[in-house]
Protein backbone atom coordinates (compact mmCIF):
# COMPACT_ATOMS: atom_id res chain seq x y z
CA UNK A 1 0.00 0.00 0.00
CA UNK A 2 1.48 3.29 -1.20
CA UNK A 3 1.49 6.08 1.67
CA UNK A 4 -1.46 8.90 1.45
CA UNK A 5 -3.25 11.52 3.13
CA UNK A 6 -7.30 11.68 2.78
CA UNK A 7 -9.68 14.77 3.08
CA UNK A 8 -13.17 14.97 2.40
CA UNK A 9 -14.95 17.85 1.29
CA UNK A 10 -17.98 18.96 3.45
CA UNK A 11 -20.87 18.78 1.31
CA UNK A 12 -24.71 17.31 2.45
CA UNK A 13 -25.67 15.67 -0.63
CA UNK A 14 -29.22 14.48 -0.93
CA UNK A 15 -30.06 11.69 -4.12
CA UNK A 16 -33.11 10.59 -5.32
CA UNK A 17 -36.07 10.65 -7.50
CA UNK A 18 -38.28 13.78 -6.55
CA UNK A 19 -35.76 15.02 -3.56
CA UNK A 20 -36.52 18.70 -5.18
CA UNK A 21 -39.23 18.13 -2.57
CA UNK A 22 -36.75 18.67 0.15
CA UNK A 23 -35.31 22.05 -0.89
CA UNK A 24 -37.34 23.70 1.15
CA UNK A 25 -36.54 22.08 4.51
CA UNK A 26 -32.37 22.24 3.12
CA UNK A 27 -32.80 25.92 3.01
CA UNK A 28 -34.66 26.63 6.68
CA UNK A 29 -31.74 23.87 7.95
CA UNK A 30 -29.54 26.38 6.38
CA UNK A 31 -31.07 28.98 8.57
CA UNK A 32 -32.20 31.11 5.30
CA UNK A 33 -35.38 32.80 4.46
CA UNK A 34 -34.24 34.99 1.23
CA UNK A 35 -33.15 32.83 -1.61
CA UNK A 36 -31.77 34.25 -5.13
CA UNK A 37 -32.31 31.49 -7.55
CA UNK A 38 -29.26 30.86 -10.33
CA UNK A 39 -29.98 29.70 -13.77
CA UNK A 40 -29.15 29.28 -17.29
CA UNK A 41 -31.38 31.14 -20.53
CA UNK A 42 -32.23 27.42 -22.18
CA UNK A 43 -34.06 26.66 -18.33
CA UNK A 44 -35.45 29.96 -17.95
CA UNK A 45 -38.84 28.02 -18.06
CA UNK A 46 -37.58 24.63 -15.60
CA UNK A 47 -36.31 28.03 -13.07
CA UNK A 48 -39.97 29.86 -12.70
CA UNK A 49 -41.62 26.44 -11.66
CA UNK A 50 -38.81 26.47 -8.81
CA UNK A 51 -40.01 29.89 -8.11
CA UNK A 52 -43.16 28.99 -8.10
CA UNK A 53 -41.99 25.97 -5.82
CA UNK A 54 -40.78 27.96 -3.44
CA UNK A 55 -43.54 30.57 -2.81
CA UNK A 56 -42.17 33.41 -0.47
CA UNK A 57 -39.20 32.76 0.36
CA UNK A 58 -37.72 33.12 -2.84
CA UNK A 59 -36.49 37.11 -3.61
CA UNK A 60 -35.35 36.96 -6.88
CA UNK A 61 -34.36 34.75 -10.44
CA UNK A 62 -31.23 35.29 -12.42
CA UNK A 63 -31.26 33.46 -16.05
CA UNK A 64 -28.06 34.72 -17.28
CA UNK A 65 -25.18 31.81 -16.56
CA UNK A 66 -22.72 30.98 -19.15
CA UNK A 67 -20.02 29.12 -19.61
CA UNK A 68 -16.80 29.30 -18.37
CA UNK A 69 -18.47 32.11 -15.78
CA UNK A 70 -17.50 35.43 -17.26
CA UNK A 71 -16.70 37.83 -14.89
CA UNK A 72 -19.10 40.35 -16.01
CA UNK A 73 -22.12 38.25 -15.33
CA UNK A 74 -21.16 37.49 -11.80
CA UNK A 75 -20.69 41.13 -11.32
CA UNK A 76 -24.34 41.51 -12.20
CA UNK A 77 -25.56 38.76 -9.91
CA UNK A 78 -23.66 39.70 -7.45
CA UNK A 79 -25.61 43.45 -7.60
CA UNK A 80 -28.89 41.63 -7.63
CA UNK A 81 -27.87 39.41 -4.88
CA UNK A 82 -27.14 42.62 -2.86
CA UNK A 83 -29.92 44.51 -3.83
CA UNK A 84 -32.14 41.86 -3.41
CA UNK A 85 -30.26 40.91 0.27
CA UNK A 86 -30.77 37.61 -0.29
CA UNK A 87 -29.12 35.26 2.60
CA UNK A 88 -28.67 31.97 0.15
CA UNK A 89 -28.14 31.13 -3.26
CA UNK A 90 -29.91 27.94 -5.03
CA UNK A 91 -28.07 27.30 -8.32
CA UNK A 92 -30.36 25.15 -10.80
CA UNK A 93 -28.70 23.67 -13.70
CA UNK A 94 -25.30 22.59 -15.50
CA UNK A 95 -22.15 23.77 -14.48
CA UNK A 96 -21.97 27.07 -15.71
CA UNK A 97 -25.12 27.64 -13.35
CA UNK A 98 -23.47 26.26 -10.57
CA UNK A 99 -19.94 28.04 -11.62
CA UNK A 100 -21.89 31.08 -11.33
CA UNK A 101 -23.48 30.08 -7.95
CA UNK A 102 -19.80 29.85 -6.55
CA UNK A 103 -18.50 33.09 -8.00
CA UNK A 104 -21.43 34.63 -6.46
CA UNK A 105 -20.58 32.86 -3.28
CA UNK A 106 -16.70 33.80 -2.83
CA UNK A 107 -18.23 37.93 -3.63
CA UNK A 108 -21.03 37.33 -0.96
CA UNK A 109 -19.88 34.71 1.00
CA UNK A 110 -23.63 33.34 0.92
CA UNK A 111 -24.05 29.64 0.97
CA UNK A 112 -24.82 27.64 -2.13
CA UNK A 113 -27.23 25.09 -2.78
CA UNK A 114 -26.74 23.53 -5.95
CA UNK A 115 -29.28 21.45 -7.77
CA UNK A 116 -27.31 19.88 -11.10
CA UNK A 117 -29.39 19.38 -14.25
CA UNK A 118 -26.22 17.91 -16.31
CA UNK A 119 -23.00 15.43 -14.88
CA UNK A 120 -20.45 17.63 -15.11
CA UNK A 121 -19.88 17.27 -11.45
CA UNK A 122 -18.46 21.17 -10.38
CA UNK A 123 -21.41 20.66 -7.53
CA UNK A 124 -18.63 17.99 -5.84
CA UNK A 125 -15.80 20.99 -5.49
CA UNK A 126 -13.99 24.02 -4.46
CA UNK A 127 -13.00 25.32 -7.74
CA UNK A 128 -13.94 27.97 -9.83
CA UNK A 129 -13.29 28.51 -13.14
CA UNK A 130 -13.75 31.88 -14.56
CA UNK A 131 -13.17 34.25 -17.90
CA UNK A 132 -12.06 37.73 -18.14
CA UNK A 133 -11.24 38.87 -21.44
CA UNK A 134 -10.90 35.80 -23.53
CA UNK A 135 -8.33 34.53 -20.56
CA UNK A 136 -9.52 31.47 -17.82
CA UNK A 137 -8.17 31.16 -14.35
CA UNK A 138 -9.15 28.63 -11.52
CA UNK A 139 -9.22 28.68 -8.04
CA UNK A 140 -9.47 26.89 -5.25
CA UNK A 141 -11.63 28.56 -2.12
CA UNK A 142 -13.99 26.80 0.73
CA UNK A 143 -16.64 29.52 0.26
CA UNK A 144 -17.15 28.19 -3.46
CA UNK A 145 -17.74 24.71 -2.19
CA UNK A 146 -21.70 24.18 -2.13
CA UNK A 147 -22.86 23.34 1.16
CA UNK A 148 -25.86 21.40 0.03
CA UNK A 149 -26.29 19.13 -3.56
CA UNK A 150 -29.78 17.65 -4.07
CA UNK A 151 -29.76 15.30 -7.39
CA UNK A 152 -33.06 14.93 -8.41
CA UNK A 153 -33.17 12.22 -11.62
CA UNK A 154 -36.38 13.65 -12.71
CA UNK A 155 -34.53 17.01 -14.01
CA UNK A 156 -31.72 15.38 -16.10
CA UNK A 157 -34.65 13.75 -18.09
CA UNK A 158 -34.69 16.47 -20.27
CA UNK A 159 -31.31 17.15 -20.93
CA UNK A 160 -30.52 16.13 -24.45
CA UNK A 161 -28.87 12.90 -25.47
CA UNK A 162 -25.80 14.47 -27.08
CA UNK A 163 -25.62 16.91 -23.93
CA UNK A 164 -26.08 14.08 -21.79
CA UNK A 165 -23.15 11.88 -23.35
CA UNK A 166 -20.41 14.64 -23.32
CA UNK A 167 -21.65 15.58 -19.95
CA UNK A 168 -20.69 12.37 -19.00
CA UNK A 169 -17.69 11.46 -20.61
CA UNK A 170 -16.91 15.01 -18.94
CA UNK A 171 -17.48 13.06 -15.54
CA UNK A 172 -15.71 10.36 -16.47
CA UNK A 173 -12.47 12.20 -17.37
CA UNK A 174 -12.31 13.38 -13.66
CA UNK A 175 -12.37 9.90 -12.48
CA UNK A 176 -9.57 8.62 -14.73
CA UNK A 177 -7.45 11.48 -13.91
CA UNK A 178 -7.86 10.67 -9.79
CA UNK A 179 -6.60 7.65 -10.47
CA UNK A 180 -3.11 8.32 -11.61
CA UNK A 181 -3.01 12.05 -9.38
CA UNK A 182 0.14 12.79 -7.45
CA UNK A 183 -2.02 12.95 -4.53
CA UNK A 184 -4.69 9.54 -5.18
CA UNK A 185 -5.21 7.84 -2.11
CA UNK A 186 -7.23 4.20 -2.04
CA UNK A 187 -11.01 5.99 -1.46
CA UNK A 188 -10.76 8.31 -4.18
CA UNK A 189 -9.77 5.80 -6.25
CA UNK A 190 -12.54 2.89 -5.43
CA UNK A 191 -14.34 6.30 -6.09
CA UNK A 192 -13.23 6.98 -9.44
CA UNK A 193 -13.36 3.24 -10.37
CA UNK A 194 -17.22 2.91 -9.42
CA UNK A 195 -17.94 6.36 -10.89
CA UNK A 196 -16.40 5.32 -14.27
CA UNK A 197 -18.33 1.57 -14.42
CA UNK A 198 -21.44 3.65 -13.54
CA UNK A 199 -21.27 5.78 -16.35
CA UNK A 200 -20.20 3.81 -18.65
CA UNK A 201 -23.26 1.87 -18.52
CA UNK A 202 -25.49 4.28 -17.99
CA UNK A 203 -24.32 6.53 -21.34
CA UNK A 204 -25.40 3.74 -23.99
CA UNK A 205 -28.89 2.95 -22.26
CA UNK A 206 -29.47 6.79 -21.90
CA UNK A 207 -28.48 6.76 -25.92
CA UNK A 208 -31.44 4.68 -27.21
CA UNK A 209 -33.60 5.28 -23.96
CA UNK A 210 -33.35 8.68 -23.13
CA UNK A 211 -36.29 9.31 -20.52
CA UNK A 212 -35.39 5.89 -18.79
CA UNK A 213 -35.52 6.57 -14.99
CA UNK A 214 -33.17 4.01 -14.20
CA UNK A 215 -30.42 4.71 -16.63
CA UNK A 216 -30.12 8.47 -15.47
CA UNK A 217 -30.26 7.85 -11.99
CA UNK A 218 -27.29 5.52 -12.37
CA UNK A 219 -25.51 8.35 -14.61
CA UNK A 220 -26.47 10.89 -12.04
CA UNK A 221 -24.63 8.57 -9.61
CA UNK A 222 -21.57 7.97 -11.39
CA UNK A 223 -21.83 11.88 -12.42
CA UNK A 224 -21.62 12.49 -8.47
CA UNK A 225 -19.01 9.88 -7.57
CA UNK A 226 -16.45 11.40 -10.52
CA UNK A 227 -17.47 14.78 -9.06
CA UNK A 228 -15.90 13.78 -6.16
CA UNK A 229 -12.67 12.24 -8.03
CA UNK A 230 -12.25 16.27 -9.07
CA UNK A 231 -12.54 17.79 -5.92
CA UNK A 232 -10.27 15.34 -4.00
CA UNK A 233 -7.42 14.68 -6.27
CA UNK A 234 -5.52 16.97 -8.34
CA UNK A 235 -5.80 17.14 -12.15
CA UNK A 236 -3.38 16.78 -14.84
CA UNK A 237 -2.39 16.70 -18.61
CA UNK A 238 -6.32 16.12 -20.03
CA UNK A 239 -7.48 18.70 -17.51
CA UNK A 240 -4.94 21.32 -18.69
CA UNK A 241 -5.38 20.46 -22.10
CA UNK A 242 -8.84 21.25 -21.93
CA UNK A 243 -8.17 24.19 -20.20
CA UNK A 244 -5.85 25.92 -22.50
CA UNK A 245 -8.31 24.53 -25.28
CA UNK A 246 -11.16 25.80 -23.67
CA UNK A 247 -9.69 29.51 -22.54
CA UNK A 248 -7.48 30.08 -25.36
CA UNK A 249 -9.48 28.38 -28.51
CA UNK A 250 -13.51 28.69 -27.33
CA UNK A 251 -13.57 24.75 -27.86
CA UNK A 252 -16.94 23.49 -25.84
CA UNK A 253 -16.44 22.21 -22.45
CA UNK A 254 -17.80 19.05 -22.83
CA UNK A 255 -17.50 18.01 -26.11
CA UNK A 256 -13.81 18.65 -25.76
CA UNK A 257 -13.27 16.19 -22.67
CA UNK A 258 -15.25 13.64 -24.58
CA UNK A 259 -12.67 13.87 -27.68
CA UNK A 260 -9.46 14.00 -25.72
CA UNK A 261 -10.05 11.19 -22.93
CA UNK A 262 -9.24 8.48 -24.85
CA UNK A 263 -5.94 10.24 -25.95
CA UNK A 264 -5.18 11.64 -22.63
CA UNK A 265 -5.44 7.98 -21.21
CA UNK A 266 -3.29 6.35 -23.88
CA UNK A 267 -0.85 9.15 -23.52
CA UNK A 268 -0.10 8.38 -19.83
CA UNK A 269 -0.38 4.65 -19.95
CA UNK A 270 2.44 3.76 -20.28
CA UNK A 271 3.21 5.37 -16.58
CA UNK A 272 0.17 4.89 -15.16
CA UNK A 273 -0.08 0.73 -15.62
CA UNK A 274 -1.88 0.20 -12.18
CA UNK A 275 -4.49 3.56 -13.33
CA UNK A 276 -5.47 2.06 -16.70
CA UNK A 277 -6.08 -1.26 -15.29
CA UNK A 278 -8.67 0.37 -13.05
CA UNK A 279 -10.08 2.05 -16.05
CA UNK A 280 -9.53 -0.94 -18.27
CA UNK A 281 -11.55 -2.98 -15.10
CA UNK A 282 -14.51 -0.69 -15.10
CA UNK A 283 -15.04 -0.83 -18.68
CA UNK A 284 -15.14 -4.65 -18.73
CA UNK A 285 -12.01 -3.94 -21.69
CA UNK A 286 -8.44 -4.70 -22.53
CA UNK A 287 -6.94 -1.03 -23.12
CA UNK A 288 -8.37 1.80 -21.24
CA UNK A 289 -7.68 4.38 -24.09
CA UNK A 290 -9.09 2.10 -26.40
CA UNK A 291 -11.70 1.37 -24.46
CA UNK A 292 -12.96 4.85 -23.67
CA UNK A 293 -12.38 5.48 -27.28
CA UNK A 294 -14.53 2.58 -28.50
CA UNK A 295 -17.44 3.77 -25.67
CA UNK A 296 -17.29 7.47 -26.89
CA UNK A 297 -17.81 6.02 -30.68
CA UNK A 298 -20.71 3.56 -29.97
CA UNK A 299 -22.78 6.73 -28.40
CA UNK A 300 -22.61 9.13 -30.99
CA UNK A 301 -19.78 11.35 -29.01
CA UNK A 302 -17.57 13.91 -31.20
CA UNK A 303 -14.33 12.45 -32.21
CA UNK A 304 -12.41 14.77 -33.61
CA UNK A 305 -11.27 18.57 -32.30
CA UNK A 306 -11.97 19.45 -36.04
CA UNK A 307 -15.29 19.08 -35.56
CA UNK A 308 -15.55 20.81 -32.57
CA UNK A 309 -14.48 24.17 -34.14
CA UNK A 310 -10.76 23.29 -33.65
CA UNK A 311 -8.52 24.81 -36.47
CA UNK A 312 -5.42 22.59 -37.35
CA UNK A 313 -3.07 25.37 -37.42
CA UNK A 314 -3.89 26.36 -33.59
CA UNK A 315 -2.30 23.06 -32.94
CA UNK A 316 1.51 24.56 -32.66
CA UNK A 317 0.14 27.35 -30.85
CA UNK A 318 -2.04 24.98 -28.31
CA UNK A 319 0.92 22.84 -27.56
CA UNK A 320 3.18 25.88 -27.42
CA UNK A 321 0.36 26.93 -24.17
CA UNK A 322 0.89 23.39 -22.74
CA UNK A 323 4.22 23.94 -22.48
CA UNK A 324 4.12 26.75 -20.79
CA UNK A 325 2.88 26.04 -17.45
CA UNK A 326 2.57 22.22 -17.43
CA UNK A 327 0.21 20.81 -14.48
CA UNK A 328 2.25 17.55 -12.64
CA UNK A 329 1.56 14.47 -15.00
CA UNK A 330 2.43 10.37 -14.48
CA UNK A 331 4.16 11.00 -18.07
CA UNK A 332 6.85 13.56 -18.92
CA UNK A 333 4.97 16.06 -20.78
CA UNK A 334 7.54 16.82 -24.46
CA UNK A 335 6.35 19.13 -27.08
CA UNK A 336 6.62 15.81 -29.78
CA UNK A 337 4.40 14.11 -27.59
CA UNK A 338 1.70 16.75 -27.25
CA UNK A 339 1.67 17.45 -30.77
CA UNK A 340 0.93 13.97 -31.72
CA UNK A 341 -1.94 13.77 -29.25
CA UNK A 342 -3.16 16.71 -30.54
CA UNK A 343 -3.30 16.09 -33.92
CA UNK A 344 -4.73 12.42 -33.72
CA UNK A 345 -7.23 13.85 -31.29
CA UNK A 346 -7.88 16.68 -34.13
CA UNK A 347 -8.53 14.16 -37.37
CA UNK A 348 -10.08 12.16 -35.11
CA UNK A 349 -8.04 9.14 -34.57
CA UNK A 350 -7.95 5.87 -32.78
CA UNK A 351 -5.44 6.85 -29.84
CA UNK A 352 -2.30 5.75 -29.08
CA UNK A 353 0.85 6.30 -26.19
P1 LIG B 1 -23.84 23.95 -19.16
O1 LIG B 1 -24.11 24.19 -17.74
O2 LIG B 1 -23.42 25.14 -19.97
O3 LIG B 1 -25.13 23.26 -19.81
C1 LIG B 1 -25.14 22.91 -21.18
C2 LIG B 1 -26.50 23.25 -21.80
O4 LIG B 1 -27.45 22.32 -21.34
C3 LIG B 1 -27.03 24.64 -21.40
O5 LIG B 1 -27.66 25.22 -22.52
C4 LIG B 1 -28.05 24.31 -20.32
O6 LIG B 1 -29.05 25.29 -20.20
C5 LIG B 1 -28.59 22.98 -20.83
N1 LIG B 1 -29.14 22.11 -19.80
C6 LIG B 1 -28.58 21.81 -18.61
N2 LIG B 1 -29.35 20.93 -17.95
C7 LIG B 1 -30.42 20.67 -18.73
C8 LIG B 1 -31.56 19.82 -18.61
N3 LIG B 1 -31.72 19.02 -17.55
N4 LIG B 1 -32.45 19.80 -19.61
C9 LIG B 1 -32.26 20.56 -20.72
N5 LIG B 1 -31.20 21.38 -20.91
C10 LIG B 1 -30.30 21.44 -19.93
O7 LIG B 1 -22.70 22.84 -19.41
P2 LIG B 1 -21.98 21.78 -18.46
O8 LIG B 1 -21.26 20.88 -19.36
O9 LIG B 1 -22.92 21.22 -17.46
O10 LIG B 1 -20.95 22.66 -17.65
C11 LIG B 1 -19.83 23.24 -18.29
C12 LIG B 1 -19.29 24.37 -17.42
O11 LIG B 1 -19.03 23.86 -16.12
C13 LIG B 1 -17.99 24.95 -17.94
O12 LIG B 1 -18.03 26.35 -17.77
C14 LIG B 1 -16.94 24.33 -17.05
O13 LIG B 1 -15.79 25.13 -16.93
C15 LIG B 1 -17.68 24.19 -15.74
N6 LIG B 1 -17.18 23.11 -14.86
C16 LIG B 1 -16.58 23.48 -13.72
C17 LIG B 1 -16.11 22.52 -12.84
C18 LIG B 1 -15.48 22.95 -11.54
O14 LIG B 1 -15.22 22.11 -10.67
N7 LIG B 1 -15.20 24.21 -11.36
C19 LIG B 1 -16.27 21.16 -13.14
C20 LIG B 1 -16.89 20.80 -14.33
C21 LIG B 1 -17.37 21.80 -15.19
Known amino acids: MEDFIYESLPTRVVFGDGKLSTLSDEINRLGASRVLILSAPHQTEMAHGLVNHLEGCC ?9 HTPVDVTEKAVRLANDVKADALVSFGGGSTVGLGKAVALHTGLPQIAIPTTYAGSEMTDILGQTEHGVKTTLRHPLVQPKVVIYDVSLTLSLPVAVSVNSGLNAMAHAV ?29 IVSQPRDNQSRNQAQYGAWLCGICLGSAGMALHHKLCHVLGGSFNLPHAEMHAVLLPHTAAYNAPCAP ?80
Open 59 to 67: VGLFTEAAM
Open 177 to 205: EALYALDRNPVVSLVAEEGIRALSEALPL
Open 274 to 353: QAMLRVARALKAQDAGMALWQLAHSVGAPMALKDIGMSQRDIDSAVTLVMQKPYWNPRRITYEGIRYLLSRAWAGEPPQP
